[in-house]
């Protein structure tokens, strides 16, 4: 029975020891994985380019490896660095977001002219390499208009206010504008009782009137209407809803198309601006709110103004020297 028992036992260890040994066999071993090599050639073309040059991401012409523009596009293809702040720029921008300074030294920032290094004065605009302040606000400003208040600081600007002023549309815009300032300035009536009142007060006014033509002997005088520029609540605000609506169908019609100058549609921007409005410029680089296009990098790309309402807590992006 001892025989019997351990021939059983040991037959049961041979099988058992066997199918660990078929496992261990059809198992991944560590030693079977094997580690991740780059791919050398693969690299090497890499360095290859790096060194030749780099392909646009927008046609993929290969450019030369100080290139910022493609040589085929034209679009930029890297990026340069501020040369006050060192903040990374697009080669196109002009302006420094960050340390709020023009940048582009051998470019006059007020009317888009070329200029040399030796050149204090643009040669076409005569404007001042650097920045001019503004007569009315005091502020320091590197364009043709005041960043703040509009006004224009150059004659550059003073000629294309003027070439505005003569635009149909724009004194469209201008009318509008002063209508909406004035509706802002309107004070409604509070009740119905006051509303009574003044209907009196208009009708002892015309009697008035009526007796001292009488008395300087006009028998039928004529006395011209003068209605009160008051209203109710209600209709004051559908009279705002209504110009508002019309001003930025003007203002869509008065955006700024893309275009090769910043400077040019800096100024174009600036020129079309309504006084008297609370306005932001929404430009299509970023699609940030600025205060104006003076404080955007690349205001070619285009943009245009936009209403703000009186307690409006739209985000205005900081462009403050």
């Not at 043709?144 to 070439?163: A, H, I, P, Y």
């Not at 469209?172 to 504008?177: F, K, V």
Request: proline share 7%; charged share 25%.
């Amino acid at each position: 029975m001892e025989n019997k028992e351990y021939s059983s036992s040991d037959t049961s260890g041979q099988s058992l020891g066997r199918t660990m040994r078929e496992a261990s066999d059809q198992a991944p071993s560590y030693r079977d994985i094997k580690p991740t090599v780059p791919d050398v050639q693969q690299i090497q073309q890499q360095q290859k380019l790096a060194a030749e040059g780099f392909p646009c991401p927008h046609c993929g012409t290969i450019n030369e490896p100080e290139a910022m523009y493609c040589a085929s596009c034209g679009q930029p293809i890297g990026k340069v660095p501020c040369p006050n702040c060192g903040e990374m720029l697009d080669p196109d921008a002009d302006y420094c977001e960050k340390c709020h300074t023009y940048i582009k030294k051998d470019i006059c920032s007020f009317c888009g002219e070329h200029l040399s290094e030796s050149d204090t004065y643009c040669p076409s605009c005569g404007s001042p390499r650097g920045s001019v302040i503004c007569p009315v606000c005091h502020t320091e400003n590197q364009f043709s208009f005041c960043r703040k208040c509009g006004t224009q600081l150059t004659d550059n600007g003073r000629e294309l206010g003027k070439q505005r002023q003569k635009d149909p549309e724009y004194k469209r815009l201008m009318a509008t504008a002063n209508e909406l300032a004035r509706l802002d300035n309107c004070l409604p009536f509070s009740s119905e009782r006051e509303i009574q009142r003044t209907k009196l007060n208009e009708k002892l006014r015309d009697r008035v009137l009526m007796l001292l033509a009488k008395d300087s002997g006009v028998d039928q005088p004529v006395i011209k209407e003068q209605p009160t520029k008051r209203m109710s609540r209600e209709d004051l605000n559908e009279r705002k809803t209504t110009e508002m609506n019309t001003l930025t169908a003007i203002l869509e019609k008065l955006a700024v198309q893309p275009s090769k100058s910043p400077v040019q549609a800096r100024n174009y921007a600036m020129a079309c601006k309504p006084q008297g409005v609370r306005l932001a410029w929404v430009c299509n680089y970023k699609h940030a709110m600025h205060s104006s296009p003076c404080g955007c990098a690349k205001p070619h790309l285009g943009g245009k103004w936009v209403i703000l309402g009186r307690n409006s807590q739209v985000e205005i992006k900081d462009d403050k020297k």
